[in-house]
């Protein structure tokens, strides 16, 4: 007990950071595009199609991408829902929920909800954050006798629809230089 409860706490968050930078973009790109599956199911697959402001979220998106120094290319799009808030995926993709467009007193806002989320595809958190978490369901799974890892896969799913961050983690994201 005492030595799963010291690879909670040390080694699996100390493998998680070394491991997230060296997972391939490819593998990354294919867990975002089934969070986005799920995602779309939860709040609706209404994708906002005005070309104006799609052309007009595509170059905020770019120059805040271009700022950052991101160097790989970022998918976005607006799902039209009440929801005020964006996500980052892995693989490189960000939802803006048309919501947060409604709620925003002027662009500077949502470029900085933008930036934000940008700060955690740069950072790879949600790679991190999966590592992480699914390395500890699996081992605690261990102790309490789930020898298959099944417990962790499911746990792994859910966790890339419903990702939370620690706050150093948001402070991170938060703190991005653009």
């Known amino acids: 007990m005492v030595s799963i409860v010291g690879l909670v706490m040390f080694a699996i968050p100390l493998a998680a950071d070394r491991l997230a930078p ?30 104006a402001g799609q052309k007009a979220f595509a170059k905020l998106l770019f120059g805040l991408r271009e700022a950052a120094d991101l160097n790989t290319s970022v998918a976005s799009e607006v799902l039209s829902t009440s929801v005020p808030n964006a996500i980052a995926l892995p693989g490189g993709k960000v939802i803006l929920f048309s919501g947060l467009r409604a709620k925003a007193k002027n662009p500077d806002e949502i470029a900085g909800v933008l930036a934000h989320e940008l700060g955690h595809l740069k950072h790879r958190d949600n790679m991190r954050n999966l590592i992480h978490d699914s390395s500890t369901s699996f081992l605690v799974g261990l102790l309490f006798g789930d020898v298959t890892g099944a417990g962790a896969l499911v746990f792994a799913s859910r966790r890339l629809v419903t990702s939370s961050y620690s706050r150093d983690v948001e402070q991170s994201a938060e703190t991005f230089e653009i």
């Open 22 to 51: 060296i997972v391939p973009q490819a593998f990354e790109r294919r867990l975002g595009d089934a969070a986005e599956v799920q995602i779309k199911t939860l709040f609706g697959n209404n994708t906002c199609n005005d070309a």
